[in-house]
């Protein structure tokens, strides 16, 4: 029996491993994945496609909205009408007013400036858990990789005159999308014990297409893309990408991820993010972040990580 027992621990031990590494795994094909999607907005965004911020938005999520539908349908509301408050909380600030800022963000500064920017969000997470839970408020050693990481983004945002420079609008906007995201990750944390992760990527979907919708009907004829843009092949393929690839598959991830590692675990792989949008923006978009950008970066990815490292030491110790 003794024996029995300790098999049986060590298969649930193994398991355990398993299940933790497939998560974090998951989550580092997010960042990857969501590093590339500024480009893909940009793309978007531009040339003969020009579509809006809000447009990009709505076509993606709602291809993603569909083929999550056909998957998940069996329940429709959620078990009580506070817990459909989090989820229409949920699609605001993890969809609607997220992605609505950061398309615009993409639009009026260099995706370099957003991805670095938006990469904030763990760092505001753990704050606001720390504002909200007395238990988990962040040690000295996260203060003090924060303030490096902080000293990151003034160097990428105000240094130098490359592409990777100061541009208040753009930049303001996505400091807003890294603060919306990082409220979406502290409402998800609450809702995962009780829904299924498909539920709840399916009900902020629903919510965060319907509270763009009044953004789409507020903006001028003139500054939306015909449908005749939807039969342009580059269309089609990014819009798939940021569909199928970047909301529906990444949010399934993270929300998995969030539900088995935490939100600030989870989070903590978005520092990869930058470094993709560089790269990409480098070869796809022709944009050079320049000496500041690559040191800003630098200094954002590793301050935080040495905040962790030298707080999980100090534990050990």
């Known amino acids: 029996m003794i024996s029995i027992d300790s098999n049986s621990r060590s298969v649930r031990g193994a398991r355990s491993s398993h299940t933790i590494l497939l998560a974090n795994i998951g989550m580092l094909v997010t960042a990857m994945v969501w590093g590339l999607s500024f480009v893909s907005t940009k793309v978007l965004s531009e040339g003969n496609i020009c579509m809006s911020p809000v447009q990009i938005y ?47 963000a993409v639009t009026r500064t260099a995706v370099a400036n957003v991805s670095l920017i938006t990469t904030l969000s763990p760092l505001i997470t753990i704050f606001l858990i720390g504002a909200l839970y007395r238990n988990e408020r962040p040690g000295k050693w996260i203060v003090m990789g924060s303030v ?13 005159t490359s592409e990777a420079s100061f541009h208040p609008a753009g930049d303001l906007l996505a400091l807003g999308a890294a603060v919306s995201f990082a409220i979406y990750s502290i ?6 014990a009780t829904y299924s992760t498909w539920f709840i990527t399916r009900k902020s979907f629903f919510y965060g297409i319907v509270t763009a919708i009044p953004f789409l009907l507020m903006e001028p004829e003139d500054d939306l893309a015909p449908f005749s843009v ?88």
């Not at 490096?148 to 130098?160: E, T």
Request: charged share 10%; hydrophobic share 55%.
């Open 58 to 104: 709505l076509y993606r999520f709602t291809l993603a909205y569909i083929i999550i539908l056909c998957v998940c349908h069996r329940q429709i509301l959620a078990y009580s009408w506070r817990d459909e408050f989090l989820f229409l909380l949920l699609g605001m600030s993890g969809g609607s007013i997220y992605f609505i800022t950061e398309n615009i």
């Open 148 to 160: 490096i990481a902080l000293f990151g983004v003034a160097l990428v945002v105000f240094g130098g």
């Open 187 to 192: 409402l998800i944390k609450k809702i995962n």
């Open 230 to 317: 939807l039969a342009d092949p580059r269309t089609w393929a990014n819009l798939a990408f940021l569909g199928l690839v970047c909301s529906l598959a990444a949010y399934l991830l993270m929300a998995r991820a969030i539900k088995i590692i935490g939100p600030v675990k989870a989070n903590n792989y978005l520092y990869a993010q930058p470094i993709v949008t560089m790269i990409a923006g480098m070869i796809i978009l022709n944009e050079n972040a320049g000496l500041s950008g690559w040191l800003g970066c630098a200094l954002i990815i590793g301050g935080l990580w040495l905040g962790e490292a030298l707080t999980r030491h100090k534990a050990r110790d």
